[in-house]
């Protein structure tokens, strides 16, 4: 085992911002490498034994199957919680939650709204916790990315990717994957759903020292020119469904379309976290078009999530 093998285990997998460059890109090359072997066939269980729970307060589709098959693949056990059917929902803290977890599993999938309950659940935790989603940050979802778009495009350094609508969990994790890889990040976005100042400014810090840089935009058409990667995502997150109206008025400009889609480089390649509600934030035609590369991304949750928990657990 080499130190950055040695280094990832045991850890939490709750931010991008705390790992390093090297161990992203380790994390990155490993996926590759398991992605290589399920193609061939090989078996690979590097899990044997082990269990994850995955504890689910939202809805998933992706992330729920991706990591169940994911360690059952690695010859793990997965175990669906959600967190109305565990006492958590009626009470019991989380702490002792944590506690209690950690003496039967080797690790944690969280799904929830707060990322204060994530923090908690990995301070009380003796396993490795991982974060499937939280209102701030969706990390596994932009390492899938970034591994997509070196799979498209052979790298990831002084390419341009901008992400397209709300300054939202997938926003923030998008920000810190490429201010860590040297990605150029911006964001456009309507006035007033800007990504959250402390995120900005931090993602700017550890892009200072990989070169590159982050920006946010309220100018669409600005924003795309030149990109290597345009990328989407709901315009109303779980959680804000009370605002689906309004939202929708507000982002109606935030769209990718063919027209947004003309702006960019000719070789732009097309992202989108899923689910899409297509016609609004992505159309059809650019969402089944030769550019979009949203299944391979959606497939790629399952590498990365299989070389997450075989690095840390
Ligand atoms: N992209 C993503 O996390 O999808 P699910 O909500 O279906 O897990
Ligand atoms: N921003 C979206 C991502 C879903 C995968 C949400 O939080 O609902």
Redesign the pocket.
């Known amino acids: 085992m080499n130190d950055l093998a040695k280094d990832l285990k045991g850890r939490d997998f709750i931010s991008l911002k705390d790992f390093s460059t090297a161990e992203i890109f380790y994390l990155l090359d490993l996926a590759d490498e398991l992605k290589a072997k399920l193609k061939k066939g090989e078996p690979h269980p590097l899990l044997a034994g082990k269990s994850l729970g995955m504890i689910f307060a939202?809805r998933?589709t992706?992330?729920r199957v991706s990591f169940e098959v994911g360690i059952y693949q690695l010859g793990g056990l997965p175990i669906f919680l959600t967190h109305d059917d565990l006492q958590l929902g009626r009470g019991e803290t989380i702490a002792d939650t944590a506690r209690v977890l950690s003496r039967y599993l080797q690790g944690i999938m969280i799904r929830t709204f707060s990322h204060r309950d994530v923090l908690e659940l990995a301070r009380h935790a003796t396993i490795p916790v991982i974060n499937g989603?939280t209102?701030l940050l969706?990390p596994t979802?932009a390492l899938a990315d970034i591994m997509t778009i070196r799979e498209w495009k052979g790298k990831l350094k002084g390419l341009n990717l901008t992400f397209i609508g709300?300054g939202?969990?997938?926003a923030h994790s998008l920000m810190y994957a490429g201010a860590k890889v040297g990605l150029n990040v911006t964001i456009a976005c309507p006035s007033g759903y800007e990504p959250m100042p402390q995120v900005v400014e931090e993602a700017r810090r550890i892009a200072a020292v990989s070169g590159c840089q982050i920006a946010v935009s309220n100018d669409i058409e600005e924003a795309v020119e030149g990109a290597d990667v345009l990328y989407t995502?709901?315009w109303?997150?779980?959680?804000?469904e009370a605002e689906i109206e309004k939202r929708r008025q507000d982002f109606r400009e935030f769209q990718i379309n063919s027209e947004i889609l003309k702006l960019a480089r000719p070789d732009a390649m097309v992202l989108h976290?899923?689910?899409a509600h297509r016609g609004e934030e992505i159309t059809d035609e650019v969402i089944d078009g030769p550019q979009s590369a949203v299944f391979d991304e959606a497939e790629n949750r399952l590498h990365v999530h299989k070389a997450i928990m075989t690095a840390i657990m």
């Open positions: 939202k998933s992706r992330t989603l209102d969706h979802q709300d939202n969990n997938v995502d709901v109303a997150s779980m959680g804000q976290c899923l689910p």
